[in-house]
């Protein structure tokens, strides 16, 4: 066998290899995303939209109070203090939320006292009603119940 066969050889090895650990990385990976700790909270009308998504549920009260003060201008439909960022599509690049159409989902800023911008916290809303916090920028979520 020739030293080039040899090496091609070798190369589709390490292709199928490589193929193969990226598939079952997507297979175990697919359910195993979310955190293994989750806390369903129910709401006077039933489960609380997004509960299903395998992510921790917070109360609107647990979380710092510009995020209630946030959620209020939504329910209200703004005036939101970045009209060009707020009320936008977030496109779930990372797909930390659960995969849905492009345009399901819209960003809203969480105000940070004393940040000289946007910062980092955030309120995603969804088309079903789902309501997420996220206060690191999209790393990481919570569900949010606005009802408690």
Known sequence: MTSRRRITIALVGLVVLVLGGWLAKDLTSSGSARPAT????????G????????????????????????????????????????????????????????????????????AKNRATRRLITGSQRELYYTDDHYDSFVVVDPTK
Do not use: C, M
């Open 38 to 45: 989750t806390t369903s909270v129910s709401a006077s009308s």
């Open 47 to 114: 489960t609380v939209p997004g509960a299903s998504s395998g992510l921790p549920v917070k109360p609107l009260s647990s979380l710092p109070k510009e995020a209630a003060a946030t959620w209020k201008l939504i329910q209200q439909g703004g005036p939101y203090p970045y009209p060009n960022n707020d009320g936008v599509v977030f496109h779930n690049n990372g797909n930390v939320l659960p995969r849905n159409k492009d345009g399901y989902y819209h960003e809203y800023t969480v105000d940070t006292p004393g």
